[in-house]
């Protein structure tokens, strides 16, 4: 049997704007305004729902209606709901009414889509509970299944998943991890009792998700037939494939014209036509499959890029620089008690900002310019790093004036010590 295992991620982060030395201390507000300096995420999240959540959902809605057994899942970052709610109720209706159906499943992350867990283990699992908080306010679930920022994982990574209480985690199956292993079983993590693994098939995730519309490739054009044929084959030698991509597959990275929706469309009909296939959601397969072995996972992978590892946030100084600074503040910030300056602190740890300061090329370097809203990565490591500076100022103005009412009303004062900050595992 092969059943086949969807999962999307769908997530858009608060950019920061052309924010200027100038800014500092005179504007605290980093991710939008009404300038020409500014990057409208209110915009952005439109276009994007107009061309692939409206649609996208529509035809996940029409093939769940059709075939009751289609199932596929969902990992929504928090400040993707944030602007959903702000900018676009109609798209999180139309993602609440899939999940309404019981055969949508939600899976659990960072609210802020952060690396908090490279650097923070306690800032990760108070994200985590934030997301887990809004999950069940707008969709009435609880996630059982985890998926970190961008796949990135390792054997710690599930030790503290499984300690968290989660049945199954997904992650990447990288071939320098994998080896001769098949990614369509289910694994156990090293040194985790119960907790399984699933991982992503990337071959045949990415000949959706990339290859689409290429026409170098010598299998364009694809087709549902053609796909489900390749499914097929998985038949006797594995139990699950799992087809992980970012929702913008459909609509945004593969434009409508190419015929993404179509395929969409007609796959599961197709895959139907072997009898022994099916679709689970990540919950499902955790249940119906057992591991096939134990997997030992020392180095962080992700999915990003065709080393699959940190190097699309952490290969060059000023990504090192910018991670190493936000996470130094966590302390002061947390103890100012300030919802809005935690929140914002909170919004720069999102990987995105990291991301766009990648001066990685050749393979990757149009992927990374396609997302990137600036100009070039040392353009949006200056506005960010002015963001943070901007960020440090206030904090230490809200620490300052703590200290002078404690002064006032007689209180002793006494200078709190920075904890030390944990670093990436090597």
Not at 168 to 191: C, K, M, T
Not at 193 to 199: A, P, Y
Not at 216 to 227: E, G
Not at 341 to 357: A, E, G, K, N
Request: charged share 25%.
């Amino acid at each position: 049997m092969a059943s086949i295992c969807f999962y999307f991620q769908v997530h858009q982060p608060f950019r920061v704007k052309d924010y200027r030395v100038f800014d500092i201390g005179n504007d605290s507000e980093y991710f939008n305004d009404n300038s020409e300096r500014s990057i409208n995420n209110k915009k952005i999240l439109e276009k994007v729902a107009g061309k692939c959540y409206l649609p996208a959902n529509a035809v996940i809605l029409e093939l769940l209606n059709k075939h009751p057994e289609f199932k596929a899942s969902f990992s929504f970052s928090g400040v993707f709901l944030e602007q959903l709610e702000m900018f676009s109720p109609e798209t999180l209706k139309s993602f609440q009414k899939l999940v309404a159906t019981g055969r949508v499943e939600v899976l659990e992350e960072t609210y802020y889509h952060s690396l908090s867990f490279l650097y923070s283990p306690e800032e990760f699992r108070r994200q985590v509970a934030l997301h887990r908080e809004k999950v069940k306010k707008l969709f009435g679930v609880t996630p059982t299944i985890f998926r970190n920022t961008e796949l990135i994982y390792n054997n710690a990574l599930a030790h503290e998943v499984e300690k968290m209480g989660y049945k199954g985690i997904i992650a990447e199956g990288a071939d320098h991890v994998l080896g001769w292993r098949s990614p369509n079983f289910l694994y156990r993590p090293q040194g985790t009792k119960k907790l399984k693994l699933l991982l992503k098939n990337y071959r045949l995730s990415d000949d959706i998700a990339f290859r689409f519309s290429s026409r170098d490739w010598a299998d364009f054009p694809l087709t549902a037939p053609k796909f489900a044929e390749w499914a097929s084959q998985v038949n006797g030698n594995g139990n699950v494939i799992n087809l992980f991509m970012d929702y913008e597959t459909f609509g945004e990275h593969q434009w409508e014209d190419t015929g993404i929706f179509n395929f969409l469309r007609h796959l599961p009909e197709e895959i139907y036509k072997h009898p022994d296939n099916d679709f689970v959601t990540p919950s499902e397969a955790v249940a119906r499959y057992d591991t096939v072995a134990e997997l030992d996972v020392h180095h962080f992978m992700s999915w990003a890029d065709v080393e699959r590892d940190l190097s699309a946030w952490l290969s060059n100084p000023m990504q090192h620089d910018a991670l190493d600074t936000v996470y130094k503040l966590e302390e002061d910030v947390l103890a100012s008690g300030d919802e809005k300056l935690i929140d914002d602190w909170r919004r720069l740890q999102t990987s995105d900002h990291f991301y766009y300061m990648c001066t990685k090329w050749f393979n990757d370097g149009d992927v990374h310019k396609y997302f990137n809203p600036y100009n070039t990565p040392y353009e949006a490591f200056i506005a960010y790093m002015n963001a943070l500076q901007d960020l440090k100022l206030r904090t230490t103005r809200k620490s300052d004036l703590g200290m002078k009412a404690n002064v006032k009303s007689g209180k002793k004062v006494t200078k709190s010590v920075q904890k030390p900050v944990v670093k990436k595992k090597k």
